[in-house]
């Protein structure tokens, strides 16, 4: 398997435009999570999906942020207008439910998306 | 509130030393599961380990172990004679009940030297 798929790997953009980071969860997994890195904030969940339907929001920072998942292969999160505090690393990861006791998924994640606004 | 605190910001040792880091959680389930993840410099998170709540018998993989207390909300990690590719930010995460987001701690940056 590729794992999951992120692009694009870097992006720089000036503030004010509008960014689309994209995700392609592990084939037959149906969770999908996004989440940010920062060093003043670690690692923060922004929204989770189950089977394509959102599950928990309550991470997107603001309505500047949205995240859709049109089906169960492909997942994208926007940012518009875009800031320079929105600067981070963005992660998407995937996961499965688990075997055995049930509740708790191994989250594979991708490679992320560096993303530099100026 | 934080759940998860990893008090250690940063770990430098030499090669072959052992290196232990500390991991404390908070949360209120019964049920709820402990991860290890891995962040070495290349930037990817990497799956280290996951126990549950029920299951508190120490794991060893390789030169890893895992030392989960459930009296003191603990779930520390060593590695044995450490080699350079151990160098990599180290996170510690919860996730509780039948919720399946991760709570990561603030990652402690462990660096080996040769």
């Known amino acids: 398997d590729a794992g999951v798929i992120q692009s694009p790997r870097h992006e720089v953009t000036e503030m004010g435009q509008e960014v689309t980071l994209r995700c392609k969860p592990i084939?037959?997994?149906?969770?999908l999570f996004w989440y940010r890195q920062t060093m003043m904030r670690g690692l923060e969940l922004l929204i989770y999906?189950?089977?394509?339907?959102?599950?928990?929001d309550s991470g997107m920072p603001e309505d500047r942020f949205s995240a859709k998942m049109p089906n169960a292969s492909f997942s994208t999160l926007k940012i518009q207008p875009s800031e320079p505090r929105d600067s981070a690393v963005y992660f998407c990861?995937?996961?499965?439910?688990?075997?055995?006791?049930?509740?708790?998924?191994?989250?594979?994640f991708g490679a992320g998306s560096r993303l530099t606004v100026l | 509130a934080q759940k998860v605190t990893q008090a250690q910001t940063e770990i430098s040792v030499v090669e072959k030393e052992d290196v232990t880091l500390d991991c404390v959680y908070e949360?209120?389930?019964?049920?709820?599961?402990l991860f290890w993840y891995k962040q070495p410099p290349s930037g990817e998170l990497v799956f280290l380990i996951r126990?549950?709540?029920?299951?508190?018998q120490n794991e060893i993989s390789g030169r890893y172990s895992w030392n989960f207390q459930k009296s003191t909300s603990s779930f520390n990690f060593t590695i044995t004679a450490s080699q350079v590719v151990d160098s990599a930010v180290y996170f510690c995460?919860?996730?509780?009940?039948?919720?399946?987001?991760?709570?990561f701690g603030a990652g402690t940056t462990v660096t080996v030297r040769a």
């Open positions: 990861a995937s996961s499965s439910i688990g075997t055995g006791l049930s509740g708790a998924n191994v989250l594979t």
């Open positions: 084939s037959g997994h149906d969770y």
């Open positions: 999906f189950n089977n394509n339907v959102p599950i928990d």
């Open positions: 949360t209120r389930d019964t049920t709820y599961y």
């Open positions: 126990r549950n709540s029920f299951d508190e």
């Open positions: 995460a919860l996730s509780e009940g039948y919720d399946y987001k991760l709570s």
